[in-house]
Structure formats: structure tokens, C-alpha cells
């Protein structure tokens, strides 16, 4: 049987974790290994100037009091205690597109694992913000079949060593996506703002993270794709090699002369 380790950034109680951990035990045995307070945009970090705890919550299903790669780390390590047949992050609440897979702790969760090997898929619903609809009300059941739908094609076609899959899905109703289309990392648009106040005692403190500004308008792009309705999946390799200027570099730099 398949066994798949399950990791977010959202928390162990997320929602989006418990409908895709639902929907993942029909195609295999399932471990959640996921932080125990939300970790959102932590990047890929692992903690190593503190003790890290596991704590069981229910059969198979376990809280960890650090970052998600943490999660992924300790999950393999500790708790299945040998490598899974593949790593599942998310449902992240909000879309992970652009720039934004390298702030997002539940790509960075699922990169930990491509490290070691192992296949590893990311899983976002892409959100409007600006409704406030409430968790029950978001469409994480059409993320996580359609998670499941890329995960059977993974088991007929495997992915290459060090390369990953980023899967982001309108928040529709599964009859309302148009499809999945295969793209390539796009570009967002942020204000780059910070907010600055004071504490009670009269010293500067400041909120850091702008707010979104909309993305570039490039075909065949992750943004541009689920912004049409559309789900969207990005391979992504670990090599951030610019080979055509590297190879710039080579004809014209003087560096070794």
C-alpha cells in the first residue's frame, strides 16, 4: 500500500488539511505530521537553536511545534521511520503562485521532501480575500480530488529526482473548473508596504508584507491560468541554475583572465 506523509503550513487543525487527509486515505495509508500553531510564509527553515516535540493527536496523526519542514524532517525520521512513497502538502489556504513558492511554508514542506528524494506534491486553493467567506464555505473538496487526480498520473509517470509539483485550483465547485492545465511559474505584484507604529512605551515597531497587487499578464503562467478558472500545475526543479546567463557568463565575463 502507498503511504503518504501529509504536511501543511496552516496547522494541524486546518481545515483544508482534514478534508485532503479524507480524500488521500482512499488511495493509500496516510501519516499527518503538520506544525501545531499556523506557519505561514516561513519559507524553508529548520529549526535547530530549539527542541522540536511530537504530539500524537489521533492514529496517525501527529502535531509538531515547528516550522512545516520540520514537519517533513521529523515525519520521515520519527514517525513513519522510513522514506514514504510520497509527500502531499496543504491545502493551503490561498494560492502559492509566482514568487510566492518561495516564501510558502507548505511548498517549502513539500521542496524538504524532494531533497531527499522523495516525490512531493504542494496543494493551494486560490482564494479571494476579500469575500471573508468562512472555511466551510470554500471549495477544499475540489483541491483535494484533483490532488488525487495528479497523484494518479505520478504513479504511471513518475517524476525526475529533485523536481516537484505545484498544484493550485480555483476556489469552484469541481463542475466549474475548466480542467488542469501544465505552466510555468508566473510573476506577482506586491505593494512592498510596512507599517509602522509605536508600543506603549513609545518605541517603533513595524508589520512587514504589502498588499496584493495583481500578477503579470504572461501566457501559460500560473497566474494567468487559474485566474481564467483553470487548476494549475508547475513543475519545479531544486536547480535555480540561470544556464542561458551562465552560459553569458562564460563568453563574456573576465573574471579568470
Known amino acids: 500500500m502507498m503511504r ?3 504536511c501543511n503550513d496552516d496547522g494541524v487543525h486546518a481545515y483544508g488539511l482534514k478534508v485532503i487527509f479524507k480524500e488521500l486515505k482512499k488511495i493509500g495509508q496516510v501519516f499527518v505530521v503538520a506544525p501545531i500553531e499556523e506557519k ?8 535547530i537553536h530549539k527542541p522540536l516535540r511530537i504530539i500524537p493527536m489521533g492514529k496517525n496523526f501527529y502535531g509538531v511545534n515547528g516550522s512545516p519542514a520540520d514537519c517533513v ?8 521511520g522510513s ?6 502538502s496543504g491545502i493551503n489556504r490561498g494560492g502559492n503562485l509566482g514568487q510566492d513558492v518561495y516564501y510558502s511554508g507548505t511548498v517549502s514542506a513539500a521542496r524538504e521532501a524532494c531533497i531527499l528524494g522523495i516525490p512531493a506534491l504542494a496543494v493551494s486553493l ?3 480575500f476579500s469575500k471573508g467567506l468562512p472555511e466551510n464555505k470554500l471549495h477544499y473538496e475540489t483541491a483535494a480530488k484533483m490532488a488525487v487526480k495528479v497523484l494518479k498520473n505520478l504513479q504511471i509517470n513518475p517524476l525526475p529526482k ?5 498544484l493550485n485550483v480555483p476556489d469552484l465547485p469541481i463542475r466549474s473548473v475548466k480542467g488542469i492545465q501544465l505552466t510555468r511559474q508566473g510573476f506577482r505584484y506586491y505593494s512592498g508596504s510596512v507599517l509602522k507604529r509605536k508600543d506603549h512605551r513609545g518605541k517603533d515597531y513595524f508589520w512587514v508584507g504589502g498588499r496584493y497587487k495583481g500578477f503579470k ?3 501559460n503562467t500560473d497566474c494567468l491560468t487559474v485566474a481564467a478558472g483553470f487548476a494549475s500545475i508547475t513543475p ?15 563568453r563574456k565575463w573576465n573574471l579568470f583572465k
Open 73 to 80: 524532517y521529523l515525519g520521515i525520521r520519527e514517525v513513519i
Open 126 to 128: 486560490s482564494l479571494d
Open 236 to 250: 519545479l526543479k531544486l536547480d535555480c541554475t540561470d544556464f542561458q546567463f551562465l552560459e553569458e557568463m562564460q
Open 40 to 47: 505561514s510564509t516561513t519559507g524553508h527553515s529548520l529549526t
Open 83 to 88: 522514506m514514504p512513497s510520497l509527500v502531499v
Open 162 to 166: 529533485h523536481t516537484m509539483l505545484n
Open 4 to 6: 503518504i506523509l501529509l
Open 217 to 219: 499578464a504572461e501566457e
